[in-house]
Every structure is written in C-alpha cells, then in structure tokens.
C-alpha cells in the first residue's frame, strides 16, 4: 500500500482538532483529519457561546482579557479563509431575580477589570414585549456566538475537497508506532494528536488522564417574528440561529446512559421555556452531546510522556468557543518546537493531582 508522508496525523474534528490543524496549517505543515462523523459531538450540539462572565458570583472566566481578543481574530480569519460568517458579537441578556442578585451585579460592576464585560441593558422591548419579566437585567459585553456547526462542517468540506479528510472510526490496537512517528489508513507521520473530546474517555494511550463526560441535551425552536438579536440568559440560555430558530439549553447531566436525547431532558428545557415565554414556538429539534470535563476546568494538552509520537489536545468543556483558538494556537507552537507548555494546561499537572489524590 503506497503510505502518504504527513507532517501530523489528528484524530477527531470537533472544535479542538479543527483550530489545531488551522494554526498547523498556517504554519505551512500537512495534516491529515480523521473524524467518525459523530453527530452528536459536544461541537456540533452547542450553542457556541462566548461569555467572559459566568456563574453565581459573576467571576471573569479564567485568562478571558487574554482569550477574548485572540478568539476574535481567529474566528474572523477562518470566516475570510473559507468564505463563511460564523461568528456573531451579540450582548447576553442576563435576568435578576431578586434585590441580591440586582445588588450583586451592581457591585461586581463597580470592580477593577469589569467595567468592559458589565452594562446597563439596551434594546429590552422586544425581550420585554416576548418574555415573563424578571426582577431585574444586566447586559454582558463583548460577548459572541460561534456557528460551531458551520465552521465545522465547511471546514470538513475543504479537507476533504484536498483529500486530508478520512471518515472514519479509529481502531487503537491499528496503529503502527515506532520511534519515527504513527502511520495509520495509509499515512504516516510523525505525530498523531487525539482531539477526541468525551471520547478520550475510551483512548488507552491516556486512560490515566482525569478527565470525563457531562451530558448535554438542547432544543431547536422555531419563533416566528419575534427577531431577537440579544441572547437571553433566564434560567436557561436561548440564543437566536437566525431564520427564526434559537437555540435553548442546555441541561447538563453527569450520569448518563448514552449520547441520546431523553425525554426527560426534552420535558426540563420545555418547562423553562414554559416558564419564560409569552409567545408560541414550535419544537424542531432535540439534540444531545457528551462535553468532555475537567476538574479544574482547563483543558488537557501534552505529548504522552513515553510514547512522543502520541499527543493530545482536550478537555476545552463548556467554554470551548473561547479557550480553543489561544490554546490550539500555543500547542501548535510547542509540536512545532517553537514554544514551552504551559504548565497551567499541561497533563503533568492532571496526572500528578490524580496520583496525590489516590
């Protein structure tokens, strides 16, 4: 069999895996992409979003005055790289549910760093005018939303259209490594990087990582006319897809039996919307996906300490639209010899917690 020289073999092309092999490539390397077509990837279910302050106690998110800007350019540049508009700046809408949370908001505005992400509410009359009213709002700035599925998918189309897009699953026993590097399906290279996401969980070559999957099920509603260009958060986020869908989620659950979407799920998301609109919407869809976990909430990057030829680049969770391009940009740079790890995303860091903990 005539075996194909590559510069880096990746396995799985969701979001982590696309923006590695787009810095890659911008580097000048040949890569070659092999992905099992799992629709239901955590990638290819979630809303995309970019939020640089999160939770109860309204914390910037880890790195985000840092994350933001890169995030920005990055997306851009693909929109121009393959003639698509996948990512959109829109505020999130953010409801107050009593005099605390109103307090807490108007304090953590007050705070150094925070004036850029936090604001007065602008353009409330149509979420007003659609929606059960809260005690109270208040606007997130500088925030977006990244068509996950159309960068994805326009992204698979352009590989493939170069033949360096191979549909299929992986066999782990198939992999023929030797001190010069992995060759498998007819390539050969000198690293395989897994960009596998909860998938990673089934890898043998990093079963010791700590990493796991939380369960996610979202709806696909269609509300005609009410042309919403913020993105709600009011228990549940509801983000518009355009053409009058939203998107609406997501739950998240850490026992599952599959990557299926359940009834139960449907019936929670249906009860906040019941909750929460005023207005009639029609369900199109019901989608799940498995988001890959880590305890600390930074992704797992790094060679496998015995096996070089082996890598991986994982673990990016909920906040994956805006920790991916920084972070498959810097190893990009550290397989290419150009850069250091960062300690802070380096598996030595999960490995050796996980054996202090045991």
């Not at 496998?304 to 972070?327: D, M, Q, R, V, Y």
Request: with cysteine.
């Amino acid at each position: 069999m005539n075996v194909k020289k590559v510069d880096f073999i990746i396995v799985g092309q969701g979001l982590a895996g696309t923006l590695l092999a787009h810095f890659l490539k911008k580097e000048g390397c040949q890569t070659v992409i092999i992905d099992n077509g799992h629709r239901t990837c955590a990638s290819k279910v979630a809303a995309g979003l970019i939020n640089p302050v999160t939770g109860r106690r309204l914390v910037k998110s880890w790195m985000i005055d840092e994350l933001l800007p890169f995030a920005r350019q990055t997306y851009r540049e693909i929109e121009q790289h393959l003639g698509i508009f996948c990512y959109h700046e829109r505020p999130i809408l953010r409801a107050l549910f009593n005099h605390r949370e109103e307090n807490d908001w108007l304090a953590r505005t007050a705070h150094p760093g925070y004036e850029a992400y936090l604001g007065e509410p602008e353009n409330l009359e149509r979420i007003l005018r659609d929606t059960e009213p809260a005690f109270a709002y208040g606007e997130l700035k500088q925030t977006g939303q990244v068509d996950l599925p159309l960068l994805l998918d326009s992204y698979a189309a352009h590989w493939q259209a170069q033949g360096k897009y191979l549909l299929q699953e992986v066999i782990y026993s198939d992999l023929v490594i030797t001190p010069a590097g992995v060759t498998y399906a007819g390539f050969t290279a000198p690293q395989l990087v897994f960009c596998e996401g909860a998938g990673a969980l089934q890898n043998p070559y990093f079963k010791n990582l700590p990493s796991g999957g939380a369960k996610g099920e979202v709806l696909i509603v269609h509300i005609p006319k009410i042309d919403w260009q913020q993105i709600l958060k009011h228990r549940v986020f509801i983000a518009p897809l355009g053409d009058d869908l939203y998107w609406v989620g997501a739950t998240y659950n850490w026992k599952y039996a599959n990557d299926q979407p359940t009834a139960e799920g449907a019936t929670y998301l249906q009860e906040r919307l019941a909750d929460i609109l005023r207005v009639p919407y029609t369900l199109v869809g019901h989608r799940a996906g498995i988001r890959p976990t880590v305890k600390d909430r930074r992704p797992l990057i790094g060679i496998h300490p015995e096996i070089p030829a082996l890598a991986i680049f994982n673990g990016l969770g909920t906040k994956g639209a805006s920790l991916g391009p920084f972070w498959a940009y810097h190893f990009g740079q550290v397989l290419l010899q150009k850069g250091n790890l960062d300690p802070a995303v380096s598996i030595a860091r999960a490995v050796t917690t996980s054996a202090e903990e045991d």
